[in-house]
């Protein structure tokens, strides 16, 4: 089955400890992108990579930082910079080009205390 | 920079009726619209993308409208079902694959 999975779904870390989350897919996108969600709020746009090696930051990327070395994978971590990590993660994936339909996987929280 | 708003925030509504919730947008430039449904504690589905030189695009019951020229969009539910309740995002897409999200509508259908 094709799709984009992300894990672990629960996570959990002490203050002042980086984490790194994962996502992978496996339906040929050229284009990958993080989300963060807050409670009873949509997404915010953290990075995003359209080609492999290249990526952007996206509207907060402060605290974190990505790498796209494979078109599959697209590794979120989550530094101690961070100030308010707790959060809703999500990441996406989509076909180069003028539609840029966006396919989602299926979240990871994150719980720092 | 582009702000996306959903209003309401929540609708409540008995099974069988027809539902509108609304997306509005500040910025007309935009590479397409995507309504996506969520539930809870879930990722993201996506229902319907409307590209930026479409006026609507239909998927079963439902029916998404882009007027860009007065930055609205409109996604129309016939027949709602409980099945249905789940929050119900837009987003819209200014830059290449960069999107702006609203915060959602929490639709609940009571049976």
């Known amino acids: 089955d094709g799709g984009i999975t992300q894990s672990p779904k629960y996570l959990f870390r002490k203050e002042g400890q980086n984490v790194t989350l994962s996502c992978e897919q496996n339906?040929?996108?050229?284009?990958m992108y993080w989300y963060r969600q807050d409670p009873g709020q949509g997404l915010r746009l953290i990075y995003y990579?359209?080609?492999?090696?290249?990526?952007q930051k996206g509207d907060i990327a402060e605290g974190y930082s990505v790498s796209r070395e494979k078109k599959e994978s697209f590794p979120l971590t989550v530094t101690s910079a961070q100030k308010n990590p707790t959060a809703f993660y999500l990441c996406?994936?989509?076909?180069?080009?003028?539609?840029?339909?966006?396919?989602f996987g299926p979240g990871t929280r994150l719980t720092v205390t | 920079k582009q702000e996306v708003t959903q209003i309401p925030a929540a609708l409540s509504v008995p099974e069988g009726e027809n539902l509108v919730l609304n997306c509005s947008f500040t910025?007309?430039?935009?590479?397409?619209l995507q309504w996506f449904r969520q539930d809870p504690g879930k990722g993201l589905t996506s229902l319907l993308l409307?590209?930026?030189?479409?006026r609507e695009q239909t998927s079963g019951r439902l029916n998404a409208s882009l007027d860009k020229s007065s930055g609205r969009s409109t996604l129309y539910i016939a027949a709602s079902q409980p099945g249905d309740s789940a929050t119900y995002l837009c987003?819209?897409?200014?830059?290449?694959?960069?999107?702006?999200f609203g915060d959602g509508t929490t639709l609940t259908v009571k049976p």
């Open positions: 996406a994936s989509s076909i180069e080009g003028t539609a840029y339909e966006q396919y």
């Open positions: 339906l040929n996108h050229d284009a």
């Open positions: 990579s359209q080609i492999v090696n290249d990526f």
């Open positions: 910025d007309s430039a935009i590479y397409n």
């Open positions: 409307i590209q930026s030189s479409q």
């Open positions: 987003a819209v897409d200014t830059n290449a694959g960069k999107s702006t």
